[in-house]
């Protein structure tokens, strides 16, 4: 498979950055070893205490709010994403001063086609909380495989609020500015980079 990154701004740059996974249970049997994999690639945990100790070193994360969540929304012409109920990164970006980057990658929902827990959804809500991953999360989809396309937006400038200087009226608006900024940056390269079928805008499904 063949990616591309397409810049949306002149102001969105390439930066260093850390990608950070979700932190899970250490002592599960399918964990152990892949942490330390993954600390190995430079993916940092996900946990609010790191990222916070993340950005007050000047760095940056690159997150995947919906997470594992996320995945069992996927397949063909699908634009569903799991935001609503996200709102720790938008703390973290008023504590810290953080600009918010809207991202979005064409063509990967088309690889797998979800699976919906149904079948045992308790079993399935306790692997996903132990492991981070959606299990029965998808079956694969050649036939729609092909090179997706991230489009980056331009940074959300947020202002540092500091610790405890913002409310739940600050993340709100936020969130709106935030989902705004992705659902724009969607509709202007859905035609370009979209598939055929593909939904006119994104859908906040959680």
């Not at 859905?190 to 906040?204: C, F, K, M, N, S």
Request: glycine share 12%; proline share 8%; charged share 20%.
């Amino acid at each position: 498979m063949v990616g591309r990154w397409i810049g949306d701004s002149s102001t969105t740059r390439c930066a260093r950055f850390r990608d950070a996974g979700s932190p899970h249970n250490p002592d599960t049997p399918i964990y152990l070893g892949l942490r330390d994999i993954f600390l190995a690639f430079g993916v940092v945990d996900a946990s609010r205490p790191v990222l916070a100790a993340q950005l007050s070193r000047g760095g940056s994360v690159a997150l995947w709010p919906g997470g594992a969540s996320e995945a069992g929304y996927g397949g063909p012409n699908r634009a569903d994403l799991v935001l609503r109920q996200r709102r720790g990164f938008l703390e973290l970006a008023l504590e810290h001063g953080a600009s918010l980057v809207p991202v979005y990658t064409f063509g990967d929902e088309a690889w797998f086609r979800s699976v919906p827990p149904s079948l045992c959804p308790r079993l399935a809500a306790l692997f996903q909380r132990a492991t981070g991953i959606l299990f029965p999360s998808a079956l694969p989809s050649p036939a729609s495989w092909h090179g997706g396309v991230t489009v980056v937006g331009a940074p959300l400038r947020v202002k540092r609020r500091g610790p405890g200087g913002y409310g739940a009226a600050e993340v709100d608006e936020l969130q709106q500015q935030y989902v705004a900024a992705l659902q724009a940056l969607y509709r202007k390269h859905r035609l370009a980079h979209g598939q055929r079928g593909d939904p006119e805008d994104v859908t906040i499904v959680g």
